[in-house]
């Protein structure tokens, strides 16, 4: 027993019997190897692909920001344009209405006076009608009155006209004198 318990006191647990560590040391050699050869090449693979995609969608989040925000520019300009043009259509519109407003007026205004210029014409030619018949009617009254107080008849007409005329002259001078 003495010889177990000394041999049991030389095996030291942090230090492993030489042929176990070479044996271990062989077996890990041959794992690494292996995963070196097979599987690390294949992590590398996918790691370069992981991030070849992350890169590639930074890259192409930050060309979708890009177009959006020239898009967004384009929509701005647009829209200052539109606004610009709808302003420049209301201010047309405006002057239009404005110079038809106008024209309207003044056609208003000329066919206004029209009619008061055909009313003047017509008062005046339905004083003159009525000056005509009054002169006429007056002339006659009076060529009958005047023949009934001398007793004779008046019945020629140039002299009924001439004095029909000259005492009707006579009232419009007296007429005009009075105003």
């Known amino acids: 027993m003495n ?11 942090l230090f492993p019997p030489i042929p176990e560590l070479v044996i271990g040391l062989i077996a890990f050699v041959i794992v690494f190897g292996f995963l070196a050869k097979k599987l690390l090449p294949n992590i590398n693979k996918v790691l370069d692909e ?10 192409a989040a930050q060309a979708a920001q890009i177009e959006a925000q020239s898009v967004l520019e384009q929509y701005k300009a ?5 606004r610009h043009e709808a302003a420049r259509l209301r201010q047309d519109a405006l002057e239009q209405g404005t110079a038809l407003k106008e024209e309207l007026r003044a056609e208003g ?21 009525a000056s005509q018949a009054l002169r006429q009617d007056v002339g ?6 005047a023949g009934k107080l ?11 006209s001439r004095t029909i005329d000259r ?8 007429a005009e004198a009075a105003r």
Do not use: C, W, Y
């Not at 010889?3 to 647990?13: G, I, T, W």
């Not at 992981?50 to 890259?59: N, P």
């Not at 004779?152 to 009924?160: F, G, P, T, V, Y």
């Not at 005492?167 to 007296?174: D, G, H, I, T």
């Open 167 to 174: 005492f009707l002259s006579e009232l419009e001078e007296k």
């Open 3 to 13: 010889l177990l318990v000394l041999a049991a006191e030389m095996e030291n647990p």
């Open 140 to 145: 006659k009254l009076a060529t009958d009155l």
């Open 109 to 129: 205004q000329r066919q206004r006076e029209e009619i008061i210029a055909a009313g003047h014409a017509q008062i005046a030619a339905d004083r003159k009608a």
């Open 78 to 82: 647009q829209l200052a344009e539109a």
């Open 50 to 59: 992981r991030h070849a995609a992350i890169e590639g969608g930074i890259e």
């Open 150 to 160: 001398v007793g004779e008849s008046l019945e020629d007409h140039a002299r009924q």
